[in-house]
């Protein structure tokens, strides 16, 4: 919950200073909560989604060019 709310911030200093647009700070907000929730998704024993899996979708995401889904 820390690193989102760190990337959160940072993201929004970004805003704030350089000008970045607020549908930038909103993706990266999303992507890193989908990104934790998948990982989170992984460990836990009542599915079937394996970390393989997980990371296959975190790639998809970063090749259709979303940066901030990081791979456990």
Known sequence: ?????Y???KDLL????????WQVVAERLATRILSRQLNKL????TNRLT???AQD???DLQRI????????
């Open 7 to 9: 990337g959160l911030s």
């Open 42 to 45: 992984t460990r836990m024993n």
């Open 65 to 72: 060019g979303l940066p901030k889904v990081k791979i456990s």
């Open 57 to 59: 979708i975190a790639k």
């Open 14 to 21: 970004g805003f704030a200073f350089k000008k970045l647009p």
């Open 51 to 53: 970390e393989k899996q």
């Open 1 to 5: 919950m820390e690193s989102i709310l």
